[in-house]
């Protein structure tokens, strides 16, 4: 949207209200998020009060409204809409079927020992997450099977929770099905034409920042787990795990399917439809779900594993389509480049004090917003996308820069969101398995490597130019958009 003539005047305090949106949007998350409130319905809130409280400041109403209304059909929502409903229906069906019991088998039957046994839930969690796109369910899934079992090799049970958080960051970062990778690749406008950073360019595009910075953190997890002092095993044997099903291995290749299939240059709609299909055949083929838990109903309503995976994304898509409508008004009356032009004049002179800028600012945001990846990635996004498109930093590059700092330090600071997470994951085991210990916040902050990894590798690239993408005109050319 371009800024009308009469801007200027459409409030009656001028031009700075057309942040208050997003200010009444995202500042009451902030605060309560410190207190412990985590809640999406609370950003939908926010952002219709703030759109409404702004009205009421606008000079030209309709105008006002009718820039409402442009901003919540950005097409970076859209897509993003589209992209979360297929992007449901798959981590539900990887949730359904048996993949964690497949993985506690083949831990139960490979003598690892303690350094190898933390590489080997370094590797499992990463791929969980890989295949679900969520650190949160990683998290929660991976927790009650590994650390009891740290304990029955002898295993650092904090080096234990640390990998399993450093595998939740490693898939996080790099599915191709994750909501960062998701909003970090659709914020991300091509400058000589229509569209966005396609996902499956982006997912390719990452693998020399991700695969050196998975490599370095298994070797430093096997080191760590080699010189951590010995534990006394408080169980007899990993046997005693429950969910064993070897069986469950078979659904990894949904997961490979996508993968592949994105770095082929499919789009990611086809990709995930095409992992959807393998998925659903296999799981019912090797009797891991039955064809009545795809979708049937209970009572008047209808239910299943396509109905679950609709409705999990419900309040993501509603709250990032409010969040892209109040950068739509910052935009549209102009103070969104106002901003981006400062940043600009003062850090941004070059390509590189640009990518520079990016970095910080995303960054910055880690801490602003305690950890929440999601929520920086939506409120970095737009921001980054400006500041990379005076310089014609390409759309793919800007996205990588986003999404790998915003899962960066998110993960590893004490009073941030994912050490809480952990501890509170912990904390109901404790009456089950009596000889397991509770975490302290700052147990994290030293020994979960994959963010601080993928954070060195992604300055050092900025610094020396490694891996930097310019968007060139003839690009245009046969291009087509992921829209």
């Given amino acids: 949207m371009k800024k009308s003539a009469t801007s200027q005047s459409d409030f009656y305090f001028g031009d700075y209200v057309s942040a208050l949106p997003l200010v009444i949007m995202v500042l009451p998350a902030i605060v309560l998020s410190v207190m412990g409130v985590f809640s999406s319905s609370l950003m939908i809130v926010t952002g219709l009060v703030g759109i409404v409280f702004t009205s009421f400041l606008a000079r030209n109403k309709s105008h006002y409204w009718k820039t409402v209304t442009q901003a919540l059909a950005d097409p970076t929502g859209l897509l993003i809409f589209k992209l979360f409903l297929i992007v449901g229906v798959y981590a539900e069906l990887l949730t359904e079927s048996q993949l964690t019991g497949?993985?506690?088998?083949?831990?139960?039957?490979?003598?690892?020992?303690?350094?190898?046994?933390?590489?080997?839930?370094?590797?499992?969690?990463?791929?969980?997450?890989?295949?679900?796109?969520?650190?949160?369910?990683?998290?929660?899934?991976?927790?009650?099977?590994?650390y009891p079992a740290?304990?029955?090799?002898?295993?650092?049970p904090m080096l234990t929770l640390a990998a399993i958080l450093s595998g939740a960051a490693t898939g996080d970062h790099f599915a191709p099905v994750s909501d960062t990778t998701i909003i970090s690749s659709s914020t991300q406008k091509y400058y000589h034409r229509e569209g966005s950073a396609d996902i499956s360019d982006v997912v390719k595009g990452r693998l020399q920042y991700a695969i050196p910075a998975f490599l370095i953190s298994c070797l430093c997890y096997w080191l760590l787990g080699a010189f951590a002092p010995d534990i006394v095993s408080a169980t007899p044997s990993l046997a005693m795990l429950p969910d064993q099903n070897a069986i469950g291995l078979v659904m990894l290749t949904p997961m490979l399917v996508v993968i592949v299939s994105a770095i082929k240059g499919r789009s990611v709609f086809d990709s995930l439809a095409l992992g959807i299909v393998v998925g659903l055949l296999l799981a019912v083929l090797t009797d891991q779900i039955s064809v009545e838990q795809v979708f049937y109903i209970e009572g008047s309503q209808p239910t299943g594993l396509l109905v679950a995976g609709v409705k999990n994304n419900l309040?993501?898509?509603?709250?990032?389509?409010?969040?892209?409508?109040?950068?739509?008004?910052?935009?549209?009356?102009?103070?969104?480049?106002?901003?981006?032009?400062?940043?600009?004049h003062q850090f941004g002179k070059t390509a590189k004090s640009s990518e520079?800028?990016?970095?910080?600012?995303?960054?910055?945001?880690?801490?602003?917003?305690?950890?929440?990846?999601?929520?920086?990635?939506?409120i970095g996004g737009p921001i980054v996308n400006e500041l990379g498109k005076k310089h014609r930093i390409h759309p793919v590059r800007r996205a990588n820069i986003l999404d790998a700092?915003?899962?960066?330090?998110?993960?590893?600071?004490?009073?941030?969101?994912?050490?809480?997470?952990?501890?509170?994951?912990?904390?109901?085991?404790?009456?089950?398995?009596?000889?397991l210990t509770l975490p302290e916040p700052t147990t994290f902050l030293f020994i979960t490597v994959y963010p601080v990894a993928i954070w060195c590798i992604m300055l050092f690239s900025i610094l020396t130019g490694r891996g930097a993408q310019f968007e060139k005109e003839e690009a245009i050319k046969g291009a087509a958009s992921n829209e």
């Fill in 102 to 146: 497949g993985l506690t088998w083949l831990a139960s039957v490979i003598d690892l020992g303690p350094a190898g046994f933390i590489v080997f839930v370094y590797i499992a969690c990463s791929v969980l997450g890989t295949a679900m796109g969520t650190s949160v369910g990683t998290i929660m899934v991976m927790t009650p099977v590994f």
């Fill in 150 to 156: 740290s304990a029955a090799i002898g295993a650092d």
């Fill in 315 to 344: 309040e993501t898509i509603v709250m990032i389509i409010m969040m892209m409508g109040a950068y739509g008004i910052l935009k549209a009356y102009g103070l969104l480049d106002k901003l981006v032009a400062s940043l600009s």
């Fill in 356 to 378: 520079l800028t990016m970095f910080s600012l995303v960054w910055f945001l880690n801490f602003l917003l305690i950890g929440l990846v999601a929520r920086i990635t939506v």
């Fill in 405 to 435: 700092t915003a899962n960066s330090f998110s993960f590893i600071i004490p009073w941030h969101i994912w050490p809480l997470l952990m501890i509170m994951t912990v904390t109901p085991l404790l009456s089950k398995y009596p000889y």
